[in-house]
């Protein structure tokens, strides 16, 4: 292969990125329009508020069960015959799930969904990697991450807009199937002439990456970053209109702002920290900050200065997320061959927060006192960034001097 191809092929990234990013966009979509269409769920199907947090949760749940197998198969077999897999599974659940006529049917598709942003979120490191230098590997990251909070917006916004649930459900399963043969055509494991990674028995994948202690403390992290920041952005909007007396769309339009942030964040962040040479103060620093902008949004008179620190919130908690989730390619003890199954821990550790910690902690620990929610997200932001101060520099100054 000449030059020229060579560079055609590399160019050929931002094919496979807006592909991540479509799966990643429609997988939150595909969950979240249970949050738009809780109202007609709930009378259709009879269901308790328990579990309507429940079929919320589960398609992490999935996620949480399948991260570490579903990373090592694709160290195994590659990235794309191993999510092409999972987003068959997720296009079965979503057709499925237009059936439903009970919670526990629903509960199973919902389930089912999971598959495919499982498959990917284990992976997408070890994707992304392939076709991104490691200076550019921060800025795809943040694209990828930030659209999680891309699918929610566009989820919550126009649910109400369909005229029954089944029509939801129905534009996003043909919406999946079309991306899911869009992944079939159009990806690529590695770009052309890229040399082919040596195969090992799985064991071997999973073992190398549970050795690594980085990769376990930023699992850990990410356990709390994703558990707090879910239930800030779900529970936050609820908590406006019944704790302060806002109305329900000025609510709406505050915890939207959060979002929004976090999306700019996610892909502001990693490109800062390229071009300063160092991780390190855009992952703890930034999440002890947004620990103390989370709890002063909750607690200064509602107006302008709520606003105000929500959206610092948003940015700095948004900033790290990327760094976090791009562990696996930027160790030297992981890399390309075994970014995967790393990966697969991660994602497993983040999926495993997000189902456990609102449910379980949070909202269990706080009562009926939602004072005590928001002081308990600030103490679950500043326990990512406190675990994060163990983390190794891993920007390219330090791989310069090393």
């Not at 508020?49 to 991260?67: E, K, N």
């Not at 990410?222 to 908590?239: D, E, K, Q, R």
């Not at 505050?254 to 964040?265: M, P």
């Not at 075994?338 to 550790?349: C, H, L, P, Q, V």
């Amino acid at each position: 292969m000449n030059t020229e191809d060579v560079q055609k092929d590399y160019a050929y990234r931002w094919v496979i990125l807006l592909l991540a990013l479509l799966v990643q966009i429609f997988v939150n979509i595909m969950s979240f329009q249970i949050g738009g269409l809780a109202g007609n769920l709930m009378q259709a199907l009879k269901l308790q508020p328990t579990q309507l947090a429940m079929l919320l949760s589960v398609p992490m749940l999935a996620s949480a069960i399948i991260g570490i197998p579903a990373g090592a198969l694709a160290d195994r077999f590659g990235v794309k015959r191993v999510v092409w897999i999972g987003l068959i599974v997720t296009t079965i659940g979503a057709f499925g799930r237009i059936t439903a006529d009970s919670f526990i049917t629903l509960f199973v598709w919902m389930f089912l969904l999971g598959f495919g942003g499982a498959f990917l979120n284990a992976n997408i490191s070890k994707l992304l990697g392939a076709w991104f230098n490691h200076k550019q590997m921060g800025m795809a990251m943040g694209i990828y991450v930030a659209g999680a909070g891309m699918g929610i917006t566009i989820a919550l916004a126009t649910s109400p807009f369909f005229t029954s649930v089944q029509t939801a459900f129905t534009f996003s399963g043909i919406a999946v199937l079309g991306i899911t043969l869009l992944w079939l055509l159009l990806v690529k494991n590695k770009p052309a002439g890229a040399p082919d990674l040596p195969a090992h028995p799985m064991t071997k994948y999973l073992g190398v990456a549970a050795k690594s202690k980085n990769i376990w403390i930023g699992g850990i992290a990410i356990f709390f970053m994703m558990g707090t920041y879910v239930t800030h952005s779900g529970f936050l909007s609820n908590a406006l209109v019944e704790a302060k007396g806002i109305n329900p769309v000025q609510a709406g339009l505050v915890a939207s702002s959060f979002t929004l942030a976090f999306i700019v964040g996610g892909m502001a962040g990693p490109v800062l920290a390229n071009k300063a040479g160092l991780f390190k103060p855009f992952l703890a620093p930034t999440a002890i900050l947004c620990a103390i902008s989370s709890y002063l949004a909750w607690n200064v008179p509602f107006g302008p200065l709520t606003f105000t620190f929500l959206i610092i919130a948003g940015l700095l908690i948004g900033a790290s997320a990327p760094l976090i989730m791009s562990l696996p390619m930027t160790l030297p003890e992981i890399g390309p061959i075994y970014a995967g199954s790393a990966g697969g821990i991660i994602s497993t550790m983040q999926m495993a927060g997000a189902f456990i910690i609102s449910s379980y902690v949070i909202i269990p620990l706080a009562g009926p006192d939602i004072n005590k929610v928001f002081l308990y997200i600030a103490i679950g932001y500043l326990i990512y960034g406190i675990v994060m101060l163990f983390l190794p520099e891993l920007g390219p100054k330090a791989k310069t001097k090393s």
